[in-house]
């Protein structure tokens, strides 16, 4: 079929096999994306924890990832939008109860599954966290058990069918996986939430920043002076000889030299540490 100087291969020949690929490239990338942490690219095992995309991951790469954001090279690209652990939820997962069928390798089967369902969780049926208390429920399940769902949607609280945790239907379920449109939602409702946070944030930060100007030379000295006060019997001893050393050796002139401008002038935080140290 073409290439073997025989025929000429039409764009048919070459086109016709690309769906199938794209859809096994896609099944393929689905089975990842649940089985797999999307950090570290390691089979998900517990803890797992998920963000406000609803990516799972593994904890321990989330770590790894905080205490080093290079550690993974992609890292930035996949979960530049955690800043510390209070940006993931651990995850409340129900171990996949069906056994093993004999010929299927572990890693093909299914890790968890819906609590109330039974339905696994693989990509074949939409699953949510909930923002609460991490509890993980197919869509449907959840759906199907909860107390008042017309109720719901008027801000009156749902409660968790697995742990009783109270949680508001509309804004507390994050899809776990998330479609591309989905997904894109859910990062433009992080955006507004970041855009709330920092109005606190800047407001302290402003104050530290004020705060900086006088601070600096009293921290200087309030740490100067506890270090000697600690220091052993005879630290603090030769300390003293030193210092007696250094008056003895510092000629008259430049003692009044320095006199002078001790009286001659006030103190400065720029000079009180180093008048403190020679007088
Ligand atoms: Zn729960």
Redesign the pocket.
């Known amino acids: 079929m073409g290439n073997d100087g025989g025929s000429i291969p039409d764009r048919r020949d070459l086109v016709r096999s690309k769906p199938k690929a794209e859809a096994l490239d896609k099944a393929n990338q689905t089975r990842a994306r649940w089985a797999f942490c999307a950090l570290s690219k390691r089979r998900l095992q517990e803890p797992v924890v998920s963000c406000a995309l609803g990516k799972l991951y593994n904890k321990d790469a989330i770590i790894e990832f905080l205490l080093d954001r290079e550690t993974y090279g992609d890292g930035e690209n996949i979960c530049g939008h955690i800043r510390s652990l209070k940006d993931v939820k651990t995850l409340?997962l129900t171990p996949n109860p069906a056994p093993v069928q004999a010929g299927t390798e572990p890693s093909e089967r299914t890790q968890f599954v819906c609590p109330l369902t039974l339905k696994e969780m693989n990509g074949a049926q939409p699953f949510v966290y909930?923002r609460p208390?991490g509890?993980v429920f197919a869509v449907a399940g959840l759906a199907a058990v909860r107390s008042s769902p017309q109720a719901a949607d008027r801000d009156e609280k749902d409660t968790?069918p697995?742990?009783a945790?109270k949680y508001t239907h509309a804004t507390d379920c994050v899809p776990l996986n998330p479609g591309p449109e989905e997904e894109e939602r859910l990062r433009d409702l992080l955006a507004a939430q970041r855009l709330l946070e920092p109005v606190k944030k800047s407001k302290k930060r402003k104050a530290a920043a004020d705060g900086a100007v006088e601070q600096p030379p009293a921290k200087k000295v309030a740490a100067a002076a506890p270090s000697i006060a600690t220091a052993s019997n005879s630290l603090r001893s030769t300390l003293a000889m030193e210092e007696a050393k250094r008056k003895a050796g510092m000629t008259d002139a430049v003692r009044a030299l320095y006199s002078a401008k001790d009286s001659g002038r006030k103190e400065t935080f720029m000079t009180m540490g180093t008048f403190t140290r020679y007088a």
């Open positions: 409340t909930l208390c509890c968790c697995q742990c945790t």
